[in-house]
Every structure is written in C-alpha cells, then in structure tokens.
C-alpha cells in the first residue's frame, strides 16, 4: 500500500494530526471555492482533502454551490451565528488597548459606530496627572472626531452625503470641518494614508490620531484613537503616533476575524 504524500510546499514542518488537517482544509474551504486551490492552500495530498472534504460535507459544515465550488455549510452558518452574539468587543480589545497605553503614555479610545454617532466603548488612559474629558458611553459627532473620520471615510460618496443630510456638520470648535466639500477632502486624505486626525474638532485643547478598525466582513464599524493635549504634544507629534494606532487597530482587527484579501 502506498503511503500519501503531503506536499512540502505548503511549510509543515511537522506532521499534522487527524484533527489539525480537518481544521486546515475546513479553513481552506471557506477561503477558496475550487477543490485545487483547497489542495494547494493546504498542502495535502488530494485524497486527504477528498476524504475529509466529504466528511464535512456529510455534517453540514461544508456545502456545494451550483457551480460545484465550496460554501459555507449550515452548521458553520449557525455557529458563525452563535458567535457573532458572543461577541464583547470591549473584552476582545482591552488587552490590545491596555498594551498601547504602556507604549504611547496617552489615553486610548475605542469607539464604535451607532447610528450617525461614535459611542466610546473603552477610554484606557495613562498615568497622566490629567484625564480627557470623556467617558465610555458617551456619544460624540462623526465628522469632529478621529474615530468618526475613519467610520466616514469607509462610506461612499453617496452615503456620506446622505449621512450629511441627516446630520448636519455642526460647529464643535473653530477648527471642525462644516462643508460636505471640506469633509470629502479631509476623508480622502484618511484614505490615502490610513489614519485620522482630530485636530482640536470636537473640544478645544484636545486632539488626537485614530485608526480604522474592522470587523469580520472588511467593513469599518470601530475605531481606534490616541488622544493628548495639544500643551503637551504638537499636531506633528500626535500624528507621529500614528503608526502605532495604525497596528494596534490592525491586531484587533484580525482578533475580530478580518482577514484582508491578498
């Protein structure tokens, strides 16, 4: 009898037991819909994935399309379910915000989008004699604040005009944007380099950076912020912390179950 032979491409260094190539292929299958790019992305001999395929498929966790390309099976689909609900995102994120906190020495927000408004769902700050004028639970604008431009600047044209009519820009400070046209600008610079500035927006004296966070399907519902006070940091010292606001929300968004397209 001729053993399988598993392919040494896929970077398994070590033999996999029964369990861990059901989970690879079960990964596999939710990624990719044609049984070679399955084979390929596990690294399994053919039969391997046949077999277990066709065990996952008997229990519901994999289905076939009409175009015989590989679904996500009624058990997956109420277990994804089941998760979803499961879910605290305040408990998921604070060890990741906890870690920030220790490396910038400001205070950390983590918003989420709710209706027109950002909601703060964690506020961690250091050991600053100061704290921010904020507090978990409280509501602020979108287009006033860091977390509220990377929410917007996941929006199309379409929806942020409509978001604007609802709305309204209304004037927080002398420095927050008040035209459509401003905003547009303002969120396609968010775009290009991936962050957000509060540049003293929402409350004088306080300014910050943030971070698009993203759940499971890609789509821009939190986000995260570093936020100062502008006698203690400049504008370009803020914005130098930038790349750190930019990892912390990548880290928990993969925690939440994105995974960006390759």
């Known amino acids: 009898m001729v053993n399988e032979v598993e392919n040494p491409g896929a970077g398994h260094g070590t ?3 029964a369990s861990e190539k059901t989970l690879l292929v079960l990964e596999a299958a939710m990624a990719h819909a044609r049984f070679t790019d399955v084979v390929e992305a596990t690294g399994l001999a053919k039969a391997t994935v046949h077999r277990i395929l066709a065990t996952l498929g008997d229990r ?3 289905a076939t399309g009409s175009d015989g390309g590989y679904l996500p099976g009624p058990k997956i689909l109420s277990l994804a379910g089941l998760a979803l609900q499961r879910i605290d995102i305040s408990a998921i994120c604070q060890p990741f915000v906890d870690e920030l906190v220790d490396r910038v020495e400001c205070t950390i927000h983590l918003g989420a989008a709710n209706g027109d408004e950002i909601i703060y769902l964690i506020r961690t700050d250091s050991d600053k004699p100061y704290k921010m004028p904020s507090r978990v639970g409280h509501a602020i604008p979108m287009h006033s604040s860091g977390i509220g431009k990377v929410v917007l600047s996941d929006y199309s044209d379409d929806a942020l005009a ?3 009519a609802r709305a309204g820009l209304p004037r927080r400070t002398e420095h927050t944007l008040t035209t459509l046209e401003d905003l547009r600008a303002e969120l396609a610079h968010v775009r290009k380099v991936g962050y957000a500035l ?3 927006e929402n409350v004088p004296g306080v300014a910050c950076v943030a971070a698009p966070v993203r759940d499971h399907t ?3 519902k939190y986000g995260l912020s570093i936020s100062t006070l502008t006698l203690e940091h400049t504008l370009d010292q803020i914005e130098a912390m930038a790349p750190e606001a930019v990892a912390t929300a990548g880290r ?5 179950g994105y995974r960006p397209r390759a």
């Open 15 to 17: 033999a996999l037991s």
């Open 60 to 62: 519901g966790f994999v």
């Open 162 to 164: 409509r978001f604007v």
């Open 198 to 200: 509060d540049r003293e």
């Open 218 to 220: 890609g789509t821009v």
């Open 252 to 256: 928990i968004s993969a925690a939440l």
